[in-house]
């Protein structure tokens, strides 16, 4: 099931390429993830806690080329890695049948379309998977873009978790979405 890659053109009339990642993409990603972590106030994870390395990186990248209900993406511009997103799919026999979304955009290619891309992209592997029947994902209940953007694509809210991220000194609850691809 190989549907990558494509190719697009963003809202700012950029082409942009979006691939399966590969191992020899571990510098790059580190990179990307480093920089959007420090500029963050939507993701559960400070920068420092991130602690993977380019060996550690590529590992990974090769983990999720291994297992059959997860992926790697990444949006690509002039060979530069400025998105990524992941599905990652339980390894537990009672729940392989599910995963969890995660994704991260370069600061400065945020609103210009890559999120979108990039989770269009997972859900239309998710449903050729043979294994997924649901992807979920979390996200700061006060990221009313996140939420709009999943809403956009099919994903319903399943729950709320109060006062579960703390973000500078406030709380702020997490919402639970989910969609069945099935």
């Excluded at 530069?80 to 995660?102: C, F, P, Y």
């Excluded at 994902?137 to 991220?165: D, M, Q, T």
């Amino acid at each position: 099931m190989s549907l990558f890659p494509k190719t697009y053109k963003t809202k700012n009339d950029q082409s942009i390429t979006i691939r399966q990642a590969v191992s020899d993409d571990a510098e790059k990603l580190l990179k990307l993830k480093i920089a959007y972590l420090k500029n963050t106030e939507s993701l559960p994870l400070f920068v420092n806690e991130y602690t993977n390395d380019i060996d550690q990186e590529s590992e990974m990248i090769k983990r999720y080329q291994s297992e059959k209900n997860s992926m790697i993406l990444v949006a690509v511009f002039k060979d530069e890695i400025i998105g990524n997103i992941d599905l990652t799919g339980s390894w537990r026999k009672k729940m392989q049948h599910t995963a969890v979304i995660g994704m991260g955009i370069d600061m400065k290619w945020q609103n210009l379309g890559i999120g979108t891309l990039l989770l269009q992209n997972i859900i239309d592997w998710a449903e050729e998977n043979q294994i997924l029947k649901s992807i979920w994902l979390e996200v700061y209940a006060n990221n009313v873009s996140g939420v709009a953007l999943y809403r956009k694509l099919g994903f319903e809210k399943c729950g709320i978790l109060p006062n579960f991220f703390l973000e500078k000194g406030v709380f702020v609850d997490k919402i639970i979405m989910h969609k069945e691809v099935a």
